[in-house]
């Protein structure tokens, strides 16, 4: 376990084992199994003979002479390192899911702002055809979007590696941008901020995922207004 042999371990302290920064274990050690207490799965750090430093569970037991003294100790040093690994692993997938999962319901509440304001034109301007187009277009849309999440949301096997799935095709940057735009204007005009767009004359086409698009250039949009004084 340790990499020594018999020859070169026999006779020596069991300090020849504990790293410096835990040395300070073996007397409280020593102390237990002076009063004769068992010590049962104690997990610690040991070093090897090459240096390497490998988490063991120590099991040491007082052994007693005829007149109950204690005059030694038995110990199994057990290799846990596989299972400290997993349990490391384990945390480590529970902290992407839960930052997954937190992303997701931030992204989540952005297209609703955009949605209620297309149902508020539709009851103040039914009878304005184009108006009832644009706001039912640009409720498909974020509608679309949150579909997007929703699956997202229901994809165990990515929460739990953290992944988001992008399915690219060919955009026009100006209209990604402007659908964008339209959905984020409710909360900048809530805060009497002037947003202004310089876009490319001639059509920029982009490969890339309309709805990670959206996110990117919503959050920024929906973070700079929430962060800027009225005004």
């Known amino acids: 376990l340790f990499g020594y042999t018999a020859q070169e371990a026999v006779g020596k302290s069991v300090t020849l084992l504990i790293p410096p920064e835990r040395i300070d274990e073996e007397p409280s050690i020593l102390e237990r199994i002076r009063r004769g207490e068992p010590i049962d799965h ?3 750090v040991r070093r090897r003979k090459d240096g390497t430093l490998i988490d063991v569970s120590l099991t040491v037991s007082p052994i007693v002479d005829n007149q109950g003294q204690v005059v030694g ?3 199994i040093a057990r290799d846990i390192t596989g299972r400290k690994q997993a349990e490391e692993s384990l945390r480590e997938e529970d902290r992407r899911k839960n930052e997954f999962l937190a992303m997701l319901a931030h992204e989540l509440r952005n297209p609703l702002a955009p949605i209620r304001n ?3 034109i539709l009851r103040q301007r039914g009878e304005n055809k184009e108006a009832v187009h644009s706001a039912s277009e640009m409720m498909e849309r974020q509608i679309g979007q949150m579909a997007r999440l929703i699956d997202d949301l229901l994809d165990v096997s990515r929460i739990s ?8 095709g060919s955009i026009e940057l100006a209209s990604a941008v402007n659908h964008v735009v339209e959905a ?3 909360l900048v005009e ?4 002037d947003l202004s ?3 490319p004359q001639e059509p920029i086409y982009l490969n890339a995922d309309p709805t990670r698009l959206a996110q990117v250039v919503g959050n920024l949009l929906n973070n700079a207004s929430k962060f800027t004084d009225k005004g």
């Open 73 to 75: 100790a038995s110990k």
């Open 184 to 186: 984020s204007r409710p």
């Open 197 to 199: 767009l310089s876009l």
């Open 42 to 44: 104690y997990e610690t």
């Open 118 to 120: 297309a149902l508020e």
């Open 161 to 168: 590696r953290g992944k988001i799935e992008l399915r690219r």
């Open 190 to 193: 809530s805060k009497g901020i």
